[in-house]
């Protein structure tokens, strides 16, 4: 077995060790001699089971992969492919861009030194990316939108409220009531799309208690069947978050996982904190990560990329506001919304930076 010389080298032994891009050695059977901890994790398997393993059996999936490591290995020619699709042990489909260096021992025996590093991790970044600039844009039409219809309704308001004084038919009268009811209604809706126009109050606030808050709220008005399951990670720290705004967003997410649940199912609140974590471009030091499960039918793939937009909605009584509401308070605490589903799990997954006192 190839021993990489690190026995007498801790230091280069440490760096493998804590390096997050995953590395493997194969021996020139292509048979598995080492790899490090982050190759475990991404292959979610040990190294003591892999030994010897073949290459075909941990990464599987591109033959033609294979055909190149080959031939890398007989003409000692290194080479380098981006966002290759391959499949762990357990199927799992990765994207990653690898390294294919081959070695020659001193001994003349050689190795093959696989690096890969997964990409999945940058596309989510440029999808997050998109996904902001997308609810900057579509708040700056909703606002501009807004704005300009509320001053008119104004007048119409005023305009019927001087009429109403001027009848003396009450059933005249009903008419101008039913123009200020409407216009009234409309105001209404146009509030809420412009979303909170206060600035949060920010304190600290404990995760859990705002949690708790959404929980009894919704458990007293879902049916009995809806269960709600705590996952609490007690070692999260207080958030620098405005709690009134926090139990909104997260009330609208959650009561909408139990409008889609119906009669019954389970809803999972969950907690986490994340170190170094990449929001957007902001890599932040601490994430405060709280996801909303729920084991419902899901949201259709044409519907997930819209449900963020203000009026997008699925329901006959819905209005298409509690997602964008939720989104923009998240935003105002430098944070973001996610969504990820498939019938039997979806998953919104608040993103809320903690070392943020701005
Ligand atoms: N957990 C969920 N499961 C299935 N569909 C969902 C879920 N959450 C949101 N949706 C879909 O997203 C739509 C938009 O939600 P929202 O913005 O809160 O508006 P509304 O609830 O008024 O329809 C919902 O109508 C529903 O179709
Ligand atoms: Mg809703």
Redo the contacts with the bound molecule.
């Keep these: 077995m190839v021993k990489l010389r690190m026995e007498n080298d801790k230091q280069s032994r440490r760096i493998l060790e804590n390096i997050s891009t995953s590395v493997l050695v194969f021996d020139d059977q292509l048979r598995l001699s080492y790899l490090n901890p982050a190759a475990q994790i991404l292959l979610a398997v040990s190294a003591g089971r892999t030994q010897n393993t073949p290459l075909e059996h941990l990464l599987s999936g591109s033959e033609h992969f294979f055909d190149n490591v080959r031939q890398a290995v007989a003409t000692g020619h290194p080479f380098t492919e981006r966002e290759l699709i391959l499949l762990t042990p357990d199927k799992r489909q990765i994207t990653t861009d690898v390294s294919v260096t081959p070695l020659f021992d001193k001994t003349q025996e050689s190795t093959v030194l696989i690096e890969l590093s997964q990409v999945d991790r940058q596309l989510r970044i440029a999808r997050e990316e998109a996904l902001m600039a997308q609810h900057d844009a579509t708040r700056d039409v909703v606002r501009g939108l807004a704005h300009e219809i509320k001053n008119p309704l104004g007048g119409l308001r005023g305009a019927a409220q001087l009429l109403a004084r001027e009848l003396d038919a009450p059933e005249l009268k009903e008419y101008t009531s039913i123009i200020i009811g409407e216009a009234d209604r409309l105001q209404n809706l146009l509030n809420r799309m412009l979303g909170p126009n206060t600035l949060p109050q920010k304190s600290d606030t404990n995760i859990h208690e705002v949690l708790e808050r959404v929980r009894h709220l919704v458990s007293s008005e879902a049916p009995p069947g809806i269960k709600i399951v705590r996952d609490y990670d007690p070692s999260v720290p207080d958030l620098y978050a405005d709690p009134e705004q926090m139990i909104q967003a997260l009330l609208?997410?959650v009561?909408?996982?139990a409008?889609?649940l119906g009669d019954k199912g389970v809803i999972t609140l969950r907690t986490r904190a994340q170190r170094q974590f990449t929001i957007g471009h902001t890599r932040h030091k601490l994430v405060a990560s709280i996801e909303?499960i729920?084991n419902?039918?899901?949201?259709a793939p044409e519907?997930l990329d819209k449900?963020?937009y203000p009026m997008?909605?699925?329901?006959a009584?819905?209005?298409?506001?509690?997602?964008?509401?939720?989104q923009a308070l998240i935003h105002q605490h430098g944070g973001l919304i996610e969504?990820s589903?498939h019938p039997g799990e979806?998953i919104?997954t608040l993103l809320i930076p903690l070392e943020s006192k701005a």
Excluded: K, Y
Aim: charged residues 10%.
């Design positions: 609208n997410i009561r909408n996982a409008q889609a909303v729920d419902g039918p899901g949201i519907m449900i963020f997008v909605t699925g329901r009584e819905g209005t298409g506001l509690g997602l964008p509401i939720a969504c589903s979806t919104f």
